[in-house]
T-cell receptor
Framework: DTEVTQTPKHLVMGMTNKKSLKCEQH?????MYWYKQKAKKPPELMFV???????INESVPSRFSPECPNSSLLNLHLHALQPEDSALYLC?????????????????FGAGTRLSVL | AQKVTQAQTEISVVEKEDVTLDCVYE???????LFWYKQPPSGELVFLIR??????QNEISGRYSWNFQKSTSSFNFTITASQVVDSAVYFC?????????????FGQGTELSVKP
């Protein structure tokens, strides 16, 4: 089973709203990722957590705030977003951050949350 | 710097045709990993294959096959006897090895349309 579950599937929010995206996996993976994908573009990495600690922040604006409360759950808190933040937000997980011959760095993705900021 | 180039933006074929998606990468690392993902219209990225830099064996999985050539820094993907369900955007990606892992560097993607 390689399932990563993201909720909600769709989200519409105003620029003054506060909302959260949720990502869950029960594969025992210790690395979790947030990506942002605009239409007709590849995914862009936002954040990486390894063993529940923030490992990579790709200079993401502070209106995006990640949280990893436990090894199975990853949240992305949204506040005061701009219309240009409208995109597909993808969550992924892998066994480990680093690659080895045992293929522990394969990232498995959820179906994403389609966010529209009005 | 690491870079992945998928020169084909869009490909359109008729069902049962064979199609090859090209991927060229750049890296100075000796240890690295290459991936192919499929993204159907539903949005989820589906993992297809991972190759590490020390394993140049080609691989076949059903109608899918991959050709990894370090000499030309290419990792091409061939679909044999394409089907309508193969219609999707396909991404080639690179990940650094050793202690540099975590970030997938994606190509721009190739949108494959298979017509009945």
């Amino acid at each position: 089973d390689t399932e990563v579950t993201q909720t909600p599937k769709h989200l519409v929010m105003g620029m003054t709203n506060k909302k959260s995206l949720k990502c869950e996996q029960h594969m025992g993976h210790r690395a979790m990722y947030w990506y942002k994908q605009k239409a007709k573009k590849p995914p862009e990495l936002m954040f990486v957590y390894s063993y529940e600690k923030l490992s990579i922040n790709e200079s993401v604006p502070s209106r995006f705030s990640p949280e990893c409360p436990n090894s199975s759950l990853l949240n992305l808190h949204l506040h005061a977003l701009q219309p240009e933040d409208s995109a597909l937000y993808l969550c992924a997980s892998s066994q480990e951050l680093q690659g080895t011959s045992l293929a522990k760095n394969i990232q498995y993705f959820g179906a994403g949350t389609r966010l529209s900021v009005l | 710097a690491q870079k992945v180039t998928q020169a084909q933006t869009e490909i359109s074929v008729v069902e049962k045709e064979d199609v090859t998606l090209d991927c060229v990468y750049e890296t100075r690392d000796t240890t690295y990993y290459l991936f192919w993902y499929k993204q159907p219209p539903s949005g989820e990225l589906v993992f297809l294959i991972r190759r590490n830099s020390f394993d140049e064996q080609n691989e076949i999985s059903g109608r899918y096959s991959w050709n990894f050539q370090k000499s030309t820094s290419s990792f091409n993907f061939t679909i044999t006897a394409s089907q309508v369900v193969d219609s999707a955007v396909y991404f080639c990606a690179l990940s650094r090895g050793n202690n540099q892992g975590g970030k997938l560097i994606f190509g721009q993607g190739t949108e494959l349309s298979v017509k009945p």
